[in-house]
């Protein structure tokens, strides 16, 4: 109260007052301290991204230095002539995150298209918050629902089924464990299902109704208002969504490390185990005996991180200019 | 567009009309399918986990292998304990953050910091966990309780940041115009005015970070650990539900995995509570 009409406060109201002469101005310390705080703590944030780089790398420097390009396109990994190569990581985390992204995206895009354009409003709501649910179940409650249910499920149905029919392809060859390539699969086209599927609804919801309406007119059906007035121009905003669906499938850790059978190979067989940066992080961390090994861990780790940053950089921008148009 | 159009009119009708009737029905079995797997997770959850939880679960320590009962009651203290460092660490970093965001962010850095935020939201927990280690661990030279709460600390800034960051502009601008014509200081307005209004719905959206550190296990493999029996020193790894859960799932053992299964019916009915209570309270907000 003491500070009554001082212009410090005025000049927080209006911009124009800051043309005041100087000399009246009375610095108000309360508030450059509040306002300095606030800041500091935003820029924290900032700060803490160019740190988890910064020690990622570090940590991980003798490793880069030892194996040099080796250390991405060598297989082997061998913890007692201290060999350590990334590629089978790389590519189980490719394959397995491009095969949710395979699984999950008509899925979520269907389930958009459903909830936005087709469903009457009480059952949209109750899908959308059943499908959003999907997202707060922890991952470990999904490794453990992936062992115990997806896995054998997969052993003893799925798996030979596929080998049955299309077993003249090397990706569906070899003896079915559960546990492997396909589960991870799969347990990631759950769990990234409600992101993309949310995000993509946001893009449908900001197409203007009166296209939808010139369709309509038009003579459309309804699945040609859909094609034509609503996923035509959403097409930048989807592929934003399932960037971002791509980032989380990179870099989850635990259902993944639960059900993938964990085993430093490349194998054309979607059957067969394998393992991913994540889940090799989270499965040694703990065996690591040498420096070297640890530095190969953690170098794994910067890589995943590089990743994943650029891919969200690259899905954020694509959203913002898809919410734009 | 518009030869599009006249291109798919000129077609036969009924094949429209067959199309439009495929397409329909496979758009509601996409919806049917996403919805089958959360039935199975919640099914299997709720029939293998409720029966295994009883009051030992509670109470007790684990037994060793062979024998059956026991509980993960240090476990459930863990997740108490990492959560509460957690909250301490992320919560008002990341109440500050929003509110510069809100009050102050109009310009290019704030642009910058939300764009830190959603990026920092979305890189994978286990290279947050990975961090604390090279920073808090590897200095310390053994994994402790701080180190866990560190990390799911990191985890909570960008969510409680970008939640308070909404909230706080739900505040209409006369509110605090209001205060600043009473000539009150700008910290006093933001603090006691503007956040004091609205401190209820931003209570609930801490209530849905805290649920989803709560269930985080990456990042506290490296830094928390693990351990089997009670742990009261903030300097000594520490037991929690998720990483216990994890642990006796991977195990062989029949009875262990009854344990897991009782955990994680725990941990996703507290999840699930608080986001549905969440659900209520910002539905009402809305409708104010």
Redesign the interface.
């Known amino acids: 109260m003491e500070s009554q009409f001082n212009s410090s406060t005025i000049v927080a109201t209006s911009p124009d007052s800051l043309k005041a002469p100087k000399k009246r101005r009375e610095v108000h310390y309360g508030d450059r301290l509040f306002a300095g705080s606030l800041k500091a703590s935003a820029l924290g944030l900032v700060v803490v991204l160019g740190a988890i780089a910064f020690f990622l790398g570090n940590r991980a420097w003798p490793a880069f230095q030892k194996f040099g390009m080796s250390f991405v396109s060598s297989q082997a990994w061998d913890p007692v002539q201290e060999l350590f190569g990334a590629l089978p990581v790389v590519y189980g985390t490719l394959v397995s995150s491009f095969l949710a992204i395979l699984i999950a995206t008509p899925l979520s895009i269907g389930i958009a298209l459903f909830l936005t354009e087709m469903a009457p409003r009480r059952v949209s709501q109750v899908v959308g918050f059943l499908v959003e649910m999907l997202a707060a179940i922890p991952s470990v409650v999904y490794g453990l629902w992936g062992i115990f249910v997806l896995a054998p499920w997969l052993r003893t149905s799925v798996e030979p089924l596929l080998g049955q029919v299309l077993g003249f392809l090397p990706l569906f060859q070899g003896p079915p464990y559960g546990v492997g390539m396909l589960a991870a699969g799969i347990i990631l086209a759950i769990m990234i299902l409600p992101t993309v599927s949310s995000l993509s609804r946001e893009v449908f919801k900001s197409i203007p109704q009166a296209q939808r309406e010139a369709a309509i007119a038009l003579g459309a059906t309804r699945w040609e208002v859909m094609r034509l007035a609503v996923l035509k121009g959403a097409k930048s905003g989807i592929v934003g969504a399932v960037i971002l669906g791509l980032g989380r499938a990179l870099g989850e850790t635990m259902a993944v490390t639960m059900v993938i059978g964990n085993r430093h190979e490349i194998s054309l067989s979607l059957f067969a185990p394998a393992s991913t940066m994540a889940s090799i992080i989270a499965n040694e961390y703990n065996e690591a005996s040498s420096d070297i090994h640890m530095a190969s861990l953690v170098g794994i780790g910067f890589l995943l991180f590089m990743v994943t940053f650029s891919i969200n950089s690259i899905a954020r921008l694509l959203l913002m200019r898809g919410g734009k148009n | 567009?518009r030869r599009?159009?006249s291109d798919?009119?000129f077609r036969g009708y009924g094949r429209?009309?067959l199309?439009?009737f495929v397409?329909?029905c496979?758009?509601?079995?996409?919806?049917l399918?996403?919805?089958i797997?959360?039935f199975?997770?919640f099914g299997?959850?709720l029939s293998?986990g409720m029966p295994a939880l009883n009051l030992s679960f509670f109470t007790e320590l684990p037994k060793p292998v062979g024998e059956s009962g026991g509980g993960m009651a240090h476990s459930l203290l863990g997740t108490c304990v990492l959560v509460f460092l957690g909250s301490i660490f992320g919560i008002?970093?990341g109440i500050?953050?929003g509110?510069?965001?809100s009050?102050?962010?109009r310009g290019r850095?704030?642009g910058?910091?939300r764009?830190?935020?959603?990026?920092?939201g979305?890189?994978?927990?286990?290279?947050?966990g990975?961090?604390v280690?090279?920073?808090v661990v590897?200095t310390m030279k053994r994994f402790s309780a701080v180190a866990g709460g560190l990390a799911l600390g990191?985890i909570m800034?960008?969510t409680v940041?970008r939640s308070t960051e909404e909230l706080l502009k739900l505040v209409p601008s006369h509110i605090r115009?209001a205060g600043?014509?009473l000539?009150?200081?700008?910290?006093?307005v933001?603090?006691r005015i503007v956040l004091k209004g609205i401190r209820g719905p931003i209570t609930t959206g801490l209530m849905l970070a805290i649920?989803r550190a709560a269930?985080?296990?990456?990042p506290l493999?490296?830094t928390a650990f693990n351990n089997r029996f009670w742990s009261f020193e903030l300097d000594q790894p520490i037991s929690s539900l998720?990483v216990q859960?994890?642990t006796f799932?991977?195990s062989p053992y029949e009875e262990w995995?009854r344990q897991?299964?009782a955990g994680?019916f725990l941990?996703?009915s507290v999840?699930?509570s608080l986001?549905l209570f969440t659900?209520v309270v910002f539905r009402q907000l809305r409708k104010d």
């Open positions: 567009m599009r159009f798919t009119a429209r009309k199309v439009n397409m329909c496979l758009l509601s079995l996409a919806a399918g996403a919805i797997p959360l199975s997770v299997y959850v293998q008002p970093w500050a953050t509110m510069y965001l009050e102050y962010g850095l704030g910058a910091v764009f830190s935020a959603d990026l920092l979305s890189i994978p927990s286990i290279i947050l990975l961090f280690y090279t920073l590897v990191l800034v960008p940041a115009e600043l014509a000539g009150l200081p700008r910290w006093k933001s603090l649920a269930g985080e296990t990456a493999l490296f998720p859960i994890y799932a991977i995995h897991a299964w994680a941990l996703v999840v699930f986001n659900r």
